[in-house]
């Protein structure tokens, strides 16, 4: 059973296209007349919970002991980014929440441009580590607790003029890695965390503060959920498997040490040079030199 059918058990009731017959429920009907049963001290609801509370292993909400991971993870298939699995290639990673900063007069024109600009952003091919994109006016259900509490307020979408708007806008400003500013160590992925209507990242606050003065009063932030398709889709059909494209090296955009998959070989000016190897960071996108994989 894949883990997407797991989901879809796990988020099936109770009973449902079920072969097996409830024995319990034969022996109170078989030989009785038909009445309603009436809990009593043996056959009652217990006082006390059987089981104890765990955290779903997606995202660490915490959930009822029998299930593995929360209602938000289960409707959208999502698993443990940091985890090594087996997933099938249809299987998707939570990345986290990103901002769309769109120009907009009204709230219902800002849900419209963030939901464009998240679709182009999954499309964008040089923002490599979003592979789809859902802002959070557009999801069933309500975003999982360990999203939501890393953010002052997460709405459908926010004026960045308004009260919650300057606050969300100064929290996804500070967790940015600015292109401009030295890096720093950061836990929280991705690093880019502010978007533009065309769906490509704002890592430079140059550019930032160009945008802002475009758009002036009419600035709109619209989050969105990011997701990454597991490693064995994002792998090239036609790589040979016995060679290595995936490596943990430094990526000075991130300040840390990050996976990174290569890309190709720098161009080569002329027969005699070889070129060098390109690894491109699967948490930021920025390219870098490293040892060729052959």
């Given at each position: 059973?894949?883990d997407?059918?797991s989901?879809?058990?796990?988020l099936?009731p109770?009973?449902?296209a079920?072969?097996?017959?409830d024995?319990?429920l034969r022996?109170c009907t078989?030989?009785?007349?038909?009445?309603?049963?009436?809990?009593?001290?043996?056959?009652g609801?217990?006082?006390t919970?059987t089981?104890?509370?765990t955290?779903?292993?997606?995202?660490?909400?915490?959930i009822?002991?029998d299930?593995t991971?929360c209602?938000?993870?289960?409707t959208?298939?999502?698993?443990?980014s940091?985890s090594e699995?087996?997933?099938?290639?249809?299987?998707?990673?939570?990345?986290?929440?990103?901002?769309m900063?769109?120009?907009s007069s009204?709230f219902?024109?800002a849900?419209?441009?963030?939901a464009?600009a998240?679709?182009l952003?999954?499309?964008n091919?040089?923002?490599q580590a979003?592979d789809?994109?859902?802002?959070i006016?557009?999801?069933?259900?309500?975003?999982?607790?360990q999203?939501?509490?890393?953010?002052p307020?997460l709405?459908?979408a926010?004026r960045?003029?308004?009260?919650?708007g300057?606050q969300?806008f100064?929290?996804?400003?500070?967790?940015?890695a600015?292109?401009?500013?030295?890096a720093v160590?950061?836990?929280?992925?991705?690093?880019?965390?502010?978007?533009d209507?065309?769906?490509s990242g704002?890592?430079d606050e140059?550019?930032?503060a160009t945008?802002?003065?475009?758009v002036?009063?009419?600035a709109?932030?619209?989050?969105?959920?990011?997701?990454?398709?597991?490693?064995?889709e994002?792998?090239?059909?036609?790589?040979?498997?016995?060679?290595?494209t995936?490596?943990?090296?430094?990526?000075h955009q991130?300040g840390?040490?990050?996976d990174?998959?290569?890309?190709?070989?720098?161009?080569?000016p002329?027969?005699t040079?070889?070129?060098?190897?390109?690894?491109?960071?699967?948490v930021?996108?920025?390219?870098?030199?490293g040892l060729?994989?052959e």
């Open positions: 059973m894949t997407r059918d989901d879809f058990e796990e099936r109770t009973g449902e079920s072969h097996i017959p024995e319990r022996e078989e030989g009785e007349p038909n009445r309603q049963r009436v809990a009593t001290a043996t056959t609801y217990p006082d919970p089981e104890t509370d955290e779903c292993r997606s995202c660490g909400a915490p009822p002991a299930q991971k209602l938000f993870c289960l959208n298939h999502l698993e443990d940091s699995t087996n997933a099938p290639a249809t299987e998707w990673t939570l990345l986290g929440v990103v901002h900063l769109v120009e009204i219902y024109g849900v419209a441009k963030g464009a998240a679709t952003l999954a499309s091919a040089t923002e979003v789809d994109c859902t802002i006016y557009d999801l069933e259900d309500e975003p999982a607790a999203l939501t509490d890393r953010w307020v709405p459908a926010v960045i003029s308004s009260t919650d300057e969300l100064a929290a996804a400003h500070d967790r940015t600015w292109t401009d500013q030295s160590d950061n836990d929280c992925e991705p690093t880019t965390y502010l978007y209507e065309g769906g704002i890592r140059q550019r930032l945008v802002l003065d475009n002036g009063d009419d709109w932030l619209v989050p969105a959920i990011a997701l990454q398709q597991a490693p064995q994002r792998e090239p059909e036609h790589q040979d498997s016995g060679i290595p995936k490596e943990r090296l430094e990526c991130c840390r040490t990050t990174h998959r290569f890309s190709g070989h720098e161009s080569v002329d027969e040079w070889t070129g060098h190897a390109i690894w491109e960071c699967q930021c996108g920025t390219p870098r030199y060729s994989p």
